[in-house]
């Protein structure tokens, strides 16, 4: 949708090794001393991977790059597969029309409003501010 050089050979393969890697990193996370007894050389995995939200944001990470290494490691998709219909033309795109005429009416404000919150809890919750397992 954002980059036409996508294709499904790329998709597909961040979609089933993202499940496997997601998997992988809970099971290391939650048997983490089970797995050390069995195999010593295995490090203890760091305290800010805990939170499930880390954990989201390195696998989509490892989704993206997966799905561009995959994706252009294979044969781009059909010129009939890529149209203005299904991906976006940002050439074409008049995205600062009609978004609001004075600050607090704008899209733009309220959008990153939005984004600066959703960082804020990412970093609050992540185990940055409030260290896991620290007293109450």
């Not at 993202?18 to 797995?35: E, N, V």
């Not at 305290?47 to 939200?53: D, H, T, V």
């Not at 978004?99 to 940055?128: E, K, M, N, P, R």
Request: charged content about 10%; aromatic content about 14%.
């Amino acid at each position: 949708i954002l980059w036409k050089r996508i294709n499904a050979k790329g998709a597909i393969a961040a979609v089933f090794l993202g499940f496997l890697f997601g998997i992988a990193m809970k099971a290391y996370i939650q048997f983490g001393p089970a797995i050390r007894e069995a195999l010593p050389a295995v490090p203890p995995h760091p305290l800010w991977l805990e939170p499930y939200s880390n954990q989201s944001a390195i696998n989509w990470a490892f989704c993206v790059v997966v799905c561009t290494v995959v994706s252009l490691a294979s044969a781009p998709p059909r010129p009939e597969q890529v149209t203005d219909l299904l991906t976006f033309n940002w050439r074409k795109m008049n995205i600062f029309s009609g978004l609001g005429d004075h600050w607090y009416t704008s899209v733009v404000t309220w959008w990153l409003l939005f984004v600066l919150t959703i960082i804020a809890l990412l970093v609050v919750f992540s185990g940055f501010v409030i260290p896991p397992g620290a007293p109450p």
